[in-house]
């Protein structure tokens, strides 16, 4: 007798279909460079000049990206323009790729959208105010967003965001005079839709921005500006998480810091010639002084970690005049990093030795202390 088996339906939906690709092959490599070079460097000029040439928003770049040590692939300018903007809590690139041909409703070759690459509030907030579809779960090519900014220890708080009236006190003044001539300030015919929005004629989305204070306070440390970081600082801009970091590009190529302290930053700025970070090359002494680290005077502590690799002050210095300075506040020289090692386990020859002599010289009596001494053993 033949048994009859009763099938159901699977309880398990197919994986959904993958949106249609809207992207394609770069025709034009060099231009395609060209646009992402300049949006991977917020430069509003190169971009707009670059899409005058003719570079296309549609055409993904063949050249690998990498944006905290995350390596990305086949990105079109609007990818890495919110890849960009979500890696530094901001608003820039994104409205300006957008309001200038870019398609909100992007599908790459991977079948990857832009709220794939959105890791940052204010950026998934602006896509899904102006209609970016949703992603779509792929097994082989998880979303990205997630690990689009480093993620060096528990920041508890969001981003605080810079007011748009203390733009022109605290951003860098040339990426301003960008904005402005792009149109960024220009206010919209029908009211305000956010902070300068402005709608393009085809319905585009608004031309707006937006600015993370640590960004900012970054901008302004890498490129000097006491006048900019003393206004952040005073701003509450500086605070003890670990998230920024120093490439050493222009003097090693692959080395570099990770997770510094704002603080942390200014010494090795301050120092005027990080070392490399290499068992293999040889350490570098500068000859900076300290400048921007005395502008975070009472903002932030100056001893414990400021870094995530557990080192103080002392162990990031690198100039003798940094370091004797530090030492003079009181930071004590005894304390170990993450790896148990104490700064004189860590630093060139150079300043070991005033390491040294600043802790010889305070086993030393003063010569307050080496008078009363005197007059006890006179009474003796």
Known sequence: MELSVMTTPSENPATPALPVCTTLPATSPDLTRTLAFAVLNRDINGVLNALARGASMDEENDAIEVIHDRIFCDLTAVSLAVLVDAATDSLLMTPLVLNHGGRIDQVDSRGRVLLDFAGSEAVCTYLHQHGAPEPVARDDDPPVASSVRPDYGDDPLP?????????????????????????????????????????????????????????????????????????????????????????????????????LTALGLAVLIDSGMPPVIADNVEWTVGIGRPRLARLFNDAVPFTGPQDVHGNTLLHLARSPEVLDWLLQLGLDPDVTNGNGQRPVDVLPEELRVVVERFSLASMLPTPQAALHAETVQRRL
């Open 159 to 259: 981003p605080s965001m810079v007011p748009e009236a203390r733009w022109r006190t605290v951003v860098n003044p040339k990426l301003v005079r960008a904005m402005d001539q792009a149109g960024y300030f220009r206010p919209t015919a029908g009211g305000p839709d956010g902070s300068g929005a402005v709608h393009d004629a085809s319905g585009s989305p608004p031309l707006v921005a937006r600015f993370s204070a640590w960004q900012c306070l970054h901008d302004a440390l890498a490129e000097k500006s006491a006048g900019r970081i003393a206004r952040l600082v005073g701003m509450g801009a500086a605070d003890a998480v670990p998230r920024y970091d120093y490439g050493l590009d222009e003097l090693v190529g692959e080395y570099g810091y990770t997770g």
